[in-house]
T-cell receptor, first 114, second 114 residues
Framework: NAGVTQTPKFQVLKTGQSMTLQCAQD?????MSWYRQDPGMGLRLIHY???????DQGEVPNGYNVSRSTTEDFPLRLLSAAPSQTSVYFC?????????????FGQGTRLTVV | KNQVEQSPQSLIILEGKNCTLQ??????????LRWYKQDTGRGPVSLTI?????NTKSNGRYTATLDADTKQSSLHITASQLSDSASYIC?????????????FGRGTSLIVHP
């Protein structure tokens, strides 16, 4: 049982480049979300989706886009990478919205923007 | 603004000893509170969930308490093991626009020495 799979695990980008972080889950979860984790700070919600075709912004959405064409996949796009986007990114999924539903996290993508 | 404050920031204990981690929150309205364990280089994993009506919940050597009146929670670890070395994150969820938005604390870094 793979759970939540994120790719790549590590990535270095130059300022201004774009890229997509991939996230896939095989648990048939409706709710998926993306977080960033910076040193000394809690995880911060970037975008989330309550089901295929439905996405919404979280706490820090600027500079990121998402789409949810299938239940399984929830990619995160960096439009024009900036050094401030250097962070560790986590994708999570849960059966429903966080109320009473455990979130399962991927192993993270460590992104460095130079 | 909803906030979750954890203390201490870091803690070093000897193997076999007990410890207690604290979480204070201002999230309102309150839906539930979870404690997660995050090993270095990995995504968080849920330990316990507390709802408004629950005061205590145990998961093996982990016991979480909740005082919804004072908006405080604690995570007690009994007979610590080397594998308990990790970051422990308190997460409080609140309803928002038909979904539920989690607010993450910054975590307590626990190191267990032999």
């Amino acid at each position: 049982n793979a759970g939540v799979t994120q790719t790549p695990k590590f990535q270095v980008l130059k300022t201004g480049q774009s890229m997509t972080l991939q996230c896939a889950q095989d648990m048939n979860h409706e709710y998926m979300s993306w977080y960033r984790q910076d040193p000394g700070m809690g995880l911060r919600l970037i975008h989330y989706s309550v089901g295929a075709g439905i996405t919404d912004q979280g706490e820090v959405p600027n500079g990121y886009n998402v789409s949810r064409s299938t239940t399984e996949d929830f990619p995160l796009r960096l439009l024009s990478a900036a050094p401030s986007q250097t962070s560790v990114y986590f994708c999570a999924s849960s059966y429903s919205a966080p109320r009473g539903s455990e979130a399962f996290f991927g192993q993270g993508t460590r992104l460095t923007v130079v | 603004k909803n906030q979750v404050e954890q203390s201490p920031q870091s803690l070093i204990i000897l193997e076999g000893k007990n410890c207690t981690l604290q979480c204070n929150y201002t999230v309102s309205p309150f839906s539930n509170l979870r404690w997660y364990k995050q090993d270095t280089g990995r995504g968080p994993v849920s330990l316990t969930i507390m709802t408004f009506s629950e005061n205590t919940k145990s998961n093996g050597r982990y016991t979480a308490t909740l005082d919804a009146d004072t908006k405080q929670s604690s995570l007690h670890i009994t007979a610590s093991q080397l594998s308990d070395s990790a970051s422990y994150i308190c997460v409080v969820s609140a309803p928002s626009g038909g979904s539920y938005i989690p607010t993450f604390g910054r975590g307590t870094s626990l190191i267990v020495h032999p």
